[in-house]
């Protein structure tokens, strides 16, 4: 990994990237990343991501099994059985659920079988009950023809011996799970679960569960970022307010650097603490800064770096800068480290919407709008969310944001917009 | 509550209900459960829901901040004020953060202030440093005007005191944490966690970590049940697989239903077995059995009841039906009794997208089809997965399903239809 060089203007001072460049710097960096894998059991495995393809040991269903309560029969046996002109088969046996059938269906007999059941020697199909008329115990009446292979479920229809039941990288649901259970997998491979460090900055940030001091205000960041970490499926370690000493401050940057996966310090959003996170950066490993400011409204000053294969983040001190900058930078980047694959990252769901009022943004500078959703009877409607960025009962009324692109100059009322909501 | 009578037809045979006259008459019964809450530590509160609305106690902010690093100014001193005509002010002061500031600006005065610094008594803006020149130590240069709380969030802003911070009935996210750490809320009141009671019959079913006997099938449905739990927040109680005895499945309803707030139980779509759901959910408490079939496809042979007071659903023993019925009745009846509003519910976000084929569907049946999702430049692709209703290999790979009403008989290829996505 090698340190890019600043963009610098003519004057020789340094320019803020796009958001798009930013984030393309950032992936770029993270794809040197080596990720490790560790082996859980799989009722451990919700939410995971594979961190190895998994092929079926087996066929599954393992035999050919009835899909239907009925007469397992040789198909042949049934064609042109009509209502007026039923086709009569001796009842010769049956399949016990669980249990393998005793015996052979040959021409002109069937065997009565569940849903689930096991289809005996000899028969191609199973007739529904329903298409059955019972004459006595040892005799039906088929009044409708069935196909070879009707009403069964063959070998390996679900999935063959060998072929792949997961791929690499996925995220495993709770269907996944029941797949692999269906094979018998007891133990899976899954990349490890990421921790993330957060630390708080600044002179005027005060713990929320203790009585305000005068001037101060409570830290909203770390509970926030915690939660946002906590919806990534990441373990946190929470290393509190740290703004005694600036000293103090680098030194926290660094111990969060050697025990945990990713590093998120929040605060210093004006120049002199800006400035004490690039020197925390810098001294906390190699190669240290990466971005500093990204043309990003709210969010701008954002500082990304790595410390010895360790992303590390410095987020603005606004809650909704910060907030937005995570959604951004910190969530795909928690993605790639905890194994989600690129192409995963990029086909996040949105939803479309009409706006319901003109919004400007200046061009040159990518601008995220809060949003609530309703759904109307045309549609979803988006409600911009108004609120200065450190407005944070403004994020918690929003159910998604949609993104103004740099060249854009604001949007009318009506535009229609492709909103990431919130989960 | 009452049970209410079956729908029969002229012959006296009862009816298949629809899938929303099901879902109404389940939906009605459940308004009458009465659900407890109980109060929990604020950084416990993800994901749960909101018991009771919670009110500010004090202003968010409590006093003017700056939004911006600049001179905190009496703003009638900037008017007019251009580049080729600046006005002067004297720097009389300065505003730390996390302190009070000390003194008053006056007229022709400004005090240096950083973002978040609290607004000096006097002033009513703050020029940004950006729109000044600094003479010297003692002097400024503003070169734009600010109007009167420019750059400065106003006590109470935010949220001000008394006002609603969190309505009753919502789910909790990161943001409505930090919010209420932002007002020193250190305990909320939630409702009670419910716990889920899963149960496997069938006696073809089969541990899936344990070597396969011959002729059975291993359990996927408890896998896959639990886990869909867990994706809605619950705790599960898992009561294994029960085939040995009718007397034994009875009893473990009946535990089950003693034990834990909703009770699952798989396996049993056969007719023998079916009457077997019936007859537990009968015996182990009123009013019992409120509805069996459903004209849904997969799905159809569903039974739901409730005993004193507990939800009980006996589900197919197929797994993509079960899934399907856990969807559409199960996951509903388990967010109401989590204290999730009704509407919140109806509010489930769909994304639209084009049908790549033809599906067809019977009329008088509501379908399920399962689609993977592609985006693409002309917007989101549904291809359906196909796979009879037995099928896991096919929920593990479907990203969501739309739903074919019931007088629909089928959708041409290019349609737009409302994809409901898995999470």
Redesign the interface.
């Known amino acids: 990994m090698t340190p890019t060089d600043p963009i610098k203007d003519m004057l020789g001072r340094e320019q803020l990237r796009s958001v798009s460049d930013a984030r393309n710097l950032l992936f770029s960096e993270l794809a040197n990343l080596s990720i490790q894998t560790e082996t859980i059991p ?2 451990h495995g ?1 939410g995971r991501i594979s961190g190895s393809e998994i092929y079926s040991p087996e066929d ?4 050919n ?1 009835s ?1 239907m ?1 009925g007469y397992a029969v040789v198909s042949a046996d049934t064609f042109g059985a009509t209502e007026s002109m039923p086709g009569y088969l001796e009842i010769s046996g049956e399949v ?5 059938p005793h015996g052979t269906v040959t021409r002109g007999q069937c065997f009565k079988i ?5 289809l005996p020697e000899g028969a191609d199909a199973v007739v529904m009950f329903e298409h059955t008329v019972l004459v006595d115990d040892k005799m039906i009446e088929v009044v409708k023809s069935v196909g070879s292979g009707g009403n069964v ?1 063959k070998k390996g ?3 063959k011996k060998s072929a792949q ?2 791929p690499k990288n996925k995220k495993l ?12 997998i ?1 133990e899976i491979e899954v990349y490890k679960k990421v921790s993330v460090g957060i630390i708080s900055t ?5 713990p ?2 203790q009585p ?1 001091p ?15 970490s ?2 990534c499926g990441v373990d946190v370690i929470d290393y509190g307010i740290v ?1 005694d000493t600036e000293e103090m401050f680098f030194s926290t940057v660094q111990k969060a650097v050697e025990e945990t996966d990713l590093v998120l310090f929040s605060g210093g ?4 603490v800006s400035d004490l996170g690039e020197q925390a950066i810098a001294r906390a490993g190699d190669p240290g800064v990466l971005i500093h400011g990204v043309k990003l409204k709210p969010g701008k000053p954002v500082i990304i770096g790595f410390c010895n294969q360790v992303p590390v983040f410095g987020l603005p ?3 909704v800068s910060a ?1 937005i900058c995570f959604d951004l930078f910190v969530k795909p980047t928690i993605q790639r480290i905890s194994g989600k694959l690129a192409d995963h990252i990029n ?1 996040e ?4 919407a009409i706006l319901k009022r003109s919004i400007n943004s200046a061009a040159g500078r990518l601008d995220i709008v809060r949003v609530s ?1 309703e ?1 109307t009877d045309e ?1 979803y409607e988006a409600h911009p969310v108004l ?10 009324k ?1 159910d998604g944001f949609f993104i103004i692109e740099e060249p854009i100059q604001g949007l009318p009322e009506n535009s229609t917009v492709e909103v990431f ?3």
């Open positions: 799989l009722e919700l599954l269903p393992r035999q099994r899909t309560d016990k659920m669980g249990a393998n569940p849903t689930g059941g096991i479920i229809e679900d999935i039941a997961i649901s709770a269907y996944d799970l029941g797949l692999l259970a269906g094979l018998g007891v600044g002179d005027e940030v005060a929320y569960d305000l005068p001037g101060k205000i409570r830290n909203i960041n770390s509970m926030v970022l915690r939660n946002l906590y919806d703004a959003s004006s120049v002199g001190g606004h809650p907030a086909r769901l949105t939803i479309s959703v759904q549609g609120g200065k960025s450190g407005s944070i009962s403004s994020l918690a929003a909501i919130y989960k």
